[in-house]
């Protein structure tokens, strides 16, 4: 054998994976087909400005908080800064003319919410007991396997059974009446990518309970992370091959059916291993790097008939303007035209393309989250909508970088279409941009290799999730999958479906693969006073040296 274990793909949950092999003791490679690791937590260059295109900001890094707790076991926290977004509303929702800031703190958000729609106290309370309830069941069902569990799960977990598999949207309208309270209750379903009448109410309680006690986002961007993993790894003996792409998951017969020994790169090369961790979604992993004779009837069938979460339009851009006197600040913006946060998901037909604006959009000011990536004047801002796969389908045969002009003239189209919401947000953000790119569901397929330019893995929907995920372990001996399509998404979600796999993998519990130490550096990112002086030192120097250029 090459090594002991290969994994594909070296976004979140591959990361975690091999990292946990490795701190068992495992030889460990792995292999990633872009040019730069992390899968969604990469960033990349463009026009001489950094963007980061699937980390906008986690959640549970305060003392106690299980993100903080995993990072510190795997040994990658004490590598890592965080920065705090704003307490008073990392969260702003801007719903029509209407703006409501979500705040740090379950009990603060409640109370906030309590006074701004005091007609509606009763039935807030409700909402957030029920949260609070469902998420406490989530979390203590996760750990537990074990046949006498099951029997008992209906007495332990009733509010999770009872509630659990209903839509967000029935959850809220019985229990408030008020249409743009119930558009802020539902509007952080963009983290999830399923709208409020699709999305179970589970999914959405355990996201919005993962940012209950505020956000971070991670100094340097989405590239942190993947390099603080991999420097870990590299001092456990693991390694990255950058540009290698795997084309076939070797197998070999064993017993009455299959055993994974390794894999074979696009240009040929046969890496041999005792068992494969593959952090490409199912679709990739059982529909194009198997043979189709090692897939049994029952996953074809699955695939066949497997419904993907939404895609998206991802607007980077620069923007020459102050924008703090425009009212940015470090806190994500949602914005929905109306009330009806589900007309942002409802994004199939062409008409949604042929309005004049996108009923939903998300805008992040990445320099005002990390004030270390701009010059103070200039500032990196993203923004996303959803859209669906089948309106680019038309293109996916094509070449990247050699597509016809009628994508290119779409793309202006769709990229005009989002600054005129971007207006509706921060007004007067769309004639300060001094450079913008737009991708869409083929860039994602690009670089990111997610089956029809998928942003969360598998759909969120009710019989998607939980125990009917993708299992980590395949059919196939030796090959076990990790990922957002599994255990859950997010980068905690990926994480943990790579800590999980490995542990399976390795024969082991997952407690046995952490004894790391050390927890990340958290700081305020709009209290530049609050920071250590030579943190503030650095930020000085580094305005200056970028006003200079």
């Known amino acids: 054998m090459d090594v002991d274990a290969v994994v594909i793909g070296s976004g979140a949950g591959g990361l975690t994976a091999a990292l946990g092999l490795a701190r068992a003791g495992e030889k460990v490679l792995v292999l990633e087909q872009h040019d730069v690791p992390g899968g969604w937590c990469h960033s990349f260059e463009l026009g001489g400005y950094q963007f980061s295109p699937g980390v906008h900001y986690v959640g549970e890094l305060g003392p106690g908080g299980r993100m903080r707790a995993l990072l510190a076991g795997l040994g990658v926290g004490k590598h890592l800064t965080f920065l705090e977004l704003d307490p008073n509303g990392y969260?702003?929702?801007?719903?029509?003319?209407?703006?409501?800031?979500?705040?740090?703190?379950?009990?603060?958000?409640?109370?906030?919410?309590?006074?701004?729609?005091?007609?509606?106290?009763?039935?807030?309370?409700?909402?957030?007991?029920?949260?609070?309830?469902?998420?406490?069941?989530?979390?203590?069902?996760?750990?537990?396997?074990?046949?006498?569990?099951?029997?008992?799960?209906?007495?332990?977990?009733?509010?999770?059974?009872?509630?659990?598999?209903?839509?967000?949207?029935?959850?809220?309208?019985?229990?408030?009446?008020?249409?743009?309270?119930?558009?802020?209750?539902?509007?952080?379903?963009?983290?999830?990518?399923?709208?409020?009448?699709?999305?179970?109410?589970?999914?959405?309680?355990?996201?919005?309970?993962?940012?209950?006690?505020?956000?971070?986002?991670?100094?340097?961007?989405?590239?942190?992370?993947?390099?603080?993993?991999?420097?870990?790894?590299?001092?456990?003996?693991?390694?990255?091959?950058?540009?290698?792409?795997?084309?076939?998951?070797?197998?070999?017969?064993?017993?009455?059916?299959?055993?994974?020994?390794?894999?074979?790169?696009?240009?040929?090369?046969?890496?041999?291993?005792?068992?494969?961790?593959?952090?490409?979604?199912?679709?990739?992993?059982?529909?194009?790097?198997?043979?189709?004779?090692?897939?049994?009837?029952?996953i074809r069938k699955r695939l066949d008939r497997q419904p993907?979460?939404?895609?998206?339009?991802?607007?980077?851009?620069?923007?020459?303007?102050?924008?703090?006197?425009?009212?940015?600040?470090?806190?994500?913006?949602?914005?929905?035209?109306?009330?009806?946060?589900?007309?942002?998901?409802?994004?199939?037909?062409?008409?949604?393309?042929?309005?004049?604006?996108?009923?939903?959009?998300?805008?992040t000011v990445t320099t005002l989250k990390d004030r270390l990536k701009g010059d103070g004047r200039v500032h990196t801002c993203e923004s996303f909508v959803f859209v669906s796969w089948e309106m680019f389908e038309r293109w996916a045969a094509t070449r990247y970088g050699a597509r016809p002009d009628a994508y290119a003239t779409m793309k202006e189209d769709l990229s005009q279409k989002m600054l005129r919401g971007l207006d509706r947000i921060v007004p007067g953000i769309s004639q300060r941009v001094v450079f913008r790119e737009l991708g869409t569901p083929l860039t994602n397929w690009h670089y990111c290799m997610s089956t029809r330019g998928n942003l969360y893995g598998t759909e969120k929907s009710r019989w998607q999730v939980g125990?009917?995920?993708?299992?980590?372990?395949?059919?196939?001996?030796?090959?076990?999958?990790?990922?957002?399509?599994?255990?859950?998404?997010?980068?905690?979600?990926?994480?943990?479906?790579?800590?999980?796999?490995?542990?399976?993998?390795h024969h082991c519990r997952a407690e046995e693969l952490l004894g790391g130490s050390g927890d990340p550096t958290l700081l305020p990112a709009d209290d530049v006073a609050a920071w250590p002086a030579d943190q503030q030192a650095k930020l000085a120097r580094r305005h200056g040296e970028l006003a200079a250029k």
């Open 91 to 298: 969260e702003h929702c801007v719903i029509g003319d209407e703006r409501f800031d979500i705040p740090r703190g379950f009990d603060r958000y409640k109370a906030r919410l309590e006074a701004r729609f005091p007609g509606e106290k009763e039935g807030i309370q409700a909402y957030f007991r029920l949260a609070k309830q469902v998420t406490h069941e989530l979390t203590h069902e996760a750990g537990r396997r074990d046949f006498g569990a099951f029997l008992t799960a209906p007495w332990r977990n009733r509010h999770l059974l009872a509630h659990g598999l209903r839509s967000i949207d029935t959850v809220v309208s019985g229990l408030v009446r008020d249409p743009l309270l119930k558009a802020i209750l539902t509007i952080q379903a963009g983290d999830h990518g399923l709208g409020p009448q699709q999305a179970p109410a589970a999914v959405h309680f355990s996201v919005q309970a993962h940012y209950f006690e505020g956000g971070w986002y991670p100094r340097g961007g989405g590239r942190a992370l993947p390099r603080a993993f991999l420097r870990e790894l590299k001092e456990h003996g693991g390694a990255l091959q950058l540009k290698a792409a795997v084309s076939r998951i070797l197998t070999e017969r064993h017993g009455s059916g299959w055993r994974a020994v390794g894999v074979r790169l696009d240009d040929g090369t046969e890496i041999r291993a005792k068992r494969v961790i593959s952090n490409a979604d199912p679709g990739v992993t059982y529909g194009r790097l198997l043979p189709a004779d090692r897939v049994s009837a029952g």
């Open 308 to 363: 993907w979460s939404v895609s998206g339009l991802s607007l980077f851009m620069a923007v020459d303007a102050d924008l703090e006197s425009m009212g940015c600040n470090s806190g994500n913006y949602w914005y929905s035209a109306t009330p009806d946060v589900q007309a942002g998901y409802d994004v199939a037909s062409l008409e949604a393309f042929e309005k004049s604006e996108f009923p939903g959009q998300f805008l």
């Open 467 to 505: 125990p009917f995920a993708w299992p980590l372990r395949s059919e196939i001996a030796g090959l076990h999958l990790c990922g957002a399509s599994t255990i859950s998404h997010g980068v905690m979600g990926a994480m943990t479906s790579g800590l999980f796999a490995a542990a399976q993998a």
